[in-house]
C-alpha cells in the first residue's frame, strides 16, 4: 500500500479519529487517575521497563477498542451497499483488505506509539538507566493492536450486522477480564495472583510488579505466536467469500493458540524474571543500588555512611558494615529474608519513600537495627514499625517519629505508644540494654519472633 492509497484511505475513513480516541482516553488514564503507574518506583515515566508494561495494561481497553473499531471499519462496504460491485472489479480481494486493514491498524498504531513516545521522554528525564530491553514488550502490543483490529474487520465481513462491532468489543474485553481470573495464589516475582499460561494469551499486562522484572523471552515468543494467528484468521476472513473457506480461516487462529501455549511457560517463575541488568549493583564504597536507580546513589551516599558510622557505634562489631537496596524477588506474601551485615532497604518501602536529608539515616538505622517482618506485597502497621521506632531512637538518643509512617496524629499516638518503652530501655544498665538489643534483633532478622516484645523484655515469640 503506498502513500497516495493510505492517505486516500485515511480521508475517507474512521480511523483517523479512532486513532485520536484511543490516544486521548489512555492518556486521560494515565494522567487523570492516581494509580500505581503515577507515584511509585514503577512509575510509568520513570523507567523504560516499567513504562512499556504500564502501556500494556492499558490494552485491557485498547485491544477490545480495536477490535470495536475493526468491525465497523469491516462493515464499511456493506453499509454502503457496494460489495457486490466491489467483486465484479479486477482487483484482487486481498489487496482491498490490505487497504482497509492497513489503513485502521496504522491509526491504532500511531497511538499507541504516541503513548510510547510521551512516556519515553519522561522517562529520559528520570534515569540515567537506558537498555532496549523494554521494546519487546512495546512491539508485542503494537502486534497485539494489528491483530485485534484486522480481526475485527474479518469479523464483520462474515457476519455484516450492526450487531458485530459492539459484540465483538465486549467479548474481547470479558475475554480479557476472564483470562485474568484464572489467576491463582502467590506468584514469584509478582504481588498479587499467580500467573498461569492461560492468562498469557490476553496481550495486556495485569499490573507491573517490580523495577527489576520484566516478561521472560518465552512470554514474548508465545504471545507473537498468538497474536499472529489471530491477525491471519482475521485477514483470512476478509478476503474468504464462501461459508466454507470462513471455516477454514479459523484454522490459524486455533493453531496459534495451541502453539502458544506450548511455549508459554507453565512456571510462573518463567513468566516474570528478574531483569539481572537492571538489578546490577551500581556501588559508592559501602553503600549500594541497583543500576536501575543508579540516579538516586548520589543521595543516599551521605545518609547511608552515616547510618552505618552510627550503627557501629552502638552495636560495635555486630553492627551492619553495607548498606544495599533489595534487589531479592521473593513470592507475595513469603517471609523477607534479611542480613546481619547488609542494610537492605526498598525505596518502595514508605519510610524510604518519604525520607528526606537526614530522615533518610533515620529510616536506614531503623532498617538495619528492626527490619519489618511483614509478608512481602501485604501493608500492615503493628510491632514491627514500633520495634524500628524504639530502636532508632535508642541508636540516636532522641525519639521520634520515622518517616512515613502515616498522620501527624498518628506519629503522636506512636511516640507516645513506645516512650515507656524506649525509656525503661535508656534506664537499664548498659549490659541489659545490648542484650534487649540483641534478642530484638535476632527476631526481626529471623522473622521467628515479636522484636517488641524482646525490647519490651519478655519472650521474643
Not at 483470512?236 to 493453531?255: H, S
Not at 516474570?272 to 543516599?300: H, I, T
Amino acid at each position: 500500500m503506498n502513500v497516495r492509497v493510505l492517505r486516500t484511505e485515511l480521508k475517507r475513513s474512521l480511523a483517523p479519529g479512532a486513532g485520536v480516541a484511543a490516544l486521548a482516553t489512555t492518556s486521560a488514564l494515565l494522567y487523570l487517575i492516581s494509580e500505581p503507574w503515577s507515584d511509585t518506583t514503577t512509575a510509568w515515566t520513570g523507567q523504560w521497563t516499567s513504562m512499556a508494561l504500564w502501556t500494556r495494561t492499558l490494552l485491557f481497553y485498547l485491544w477490545p477498542f480495536a477490535i470495536g473499531v475493526g468491525a465497523l471499519q469491516g462493515l464499511r462496504d456493506h453499509r454502503s451497499k457496494i460489495s457486490e460491485l466491489l467483486t465484479s472489479t479486477p482487483r484482487p480481494p486481498w489487496h482491498r483488505a490490505a487497504t482497509l486493514a492497513g489503513t485502521t491498524a496504522f491509526a491504532l498504531v500511531a497511538a499507541f506509539v504516541s503513548l510510547i513516545l510521551v512516556g519515553a521522554v519522561q522517562v529520559l528525564a528520570h534515569t540515567g538507566y537506558t537498555h532496549l530491553g523494554w521494546l519487546p514488550i512495546s512491539l508485542v502490543g503494537v502486534l497485539a493492536l494489528v491483530a485485534g483490529a484486522v480481526l475485527g474487520m474479518g469479523a464483520a465481513r462474515a457476519l455484516p450486522s450492526v450487531l458485530t462491532p459492539p459484540v465483538l468489543a465486549m467479548s474481547a474485553f470479558v475475554f480479557t477480564a476472564v483470562l485474568a481470573r484464572t489467576a491463582t495464589d502467590s506468584a514469584p516475582g509478582a504481588p498479587g495472583a499467580e500467573p498461569t499460561p492461560l492468562v498469557l494469551l490476553s496481550p495486556a499486562v495485569e499490573e507491573v510488579p517490580n523495577t527489576l522484572v520484566t516478561l521472560s523471552a518465552s512470554v514474548h515468543l508465545g504471545q507473537t505466536i498468538w497474536m499472529l494467528g489471530v491477525a491471519a484468521t482475521g485477514f483470512a476472513l476478509l478476503v474468504a467469500a464462501a461459508p466454507r473457506t470462513r471455516l477454514l480461516a479459523l484454522a490459524p487462529v486455533l493453531a496459534g493458540a495451541a502453539l502458544a501455549l506450548l511455549v508459554l511457560p507453565s512456571d510462573p517463575r518463567r513468566m516474570f524474571v528478574v531483569d539481572e541488568a537492571a538489578a546490577k549493583p551500581v556501588c559508592d564504597g559501602s553503600v549500594c543500588v541497583s543500576r536501575a536507580q543508579q540516579a538516586r546513589l548520589s543521595g543516599l551516599v551521605g545518609p547511608g555512611k552515616e547510618a552505618l558510622r552510627l550503627l557501629h557505634g552502638a552495636l560495635g562489631g555486630r553492627a551492619p558494615v553495607m548498606v544495599r537496596e533489595n534487589t531479592s524477588v521473593l513470592p507475595d506474601g513469603a517471609t523477607p529474608r534479611w542480613s546481619r551485615t547488609t542494610v537492605l532497604f526498598d525505596f518502595d518501602d514508605d519510610m524510604f519513600a518519604a525520607a528526606k536529608g537526614e530522615e533518610v539515616t533515620r529510616a536506614l538505622i531503623a532498617q538495619g537495627m528492626a527490619p519489618g517482618c511483614s509478608p512481602v506485597g501485604w501493608s500492615t502497621f503493628g510491632n514491627d514499625q514500633l520495634a524500628q521506632t524504639v530502636a532508632a531512637g535508642w541508636v540516636l538518643g532522641d525519639l521520634e517519629p520515622l518517616p512515613g509512617t502515616g498522620s501527624a496524629a498518628l506519629n503522636r499516638d506512636v511516640v507516645t505508644r513506645v516512650r515507656p518503652v524506649w525509656e525503661e530501655l535508656r534506664a537499664l544498665p548498659q549490659a541489659q540494654q545490648r542484650a534487649r538489643i540483641n534478642a530484638m534483633r535476632a527476631a526481626a532478622l529471623s522473622c521467628a519472633g515479636d522484636a517488641f516484645e524482646a525490647l519490651k523484655g519478655g519472650p521474643s515469640r
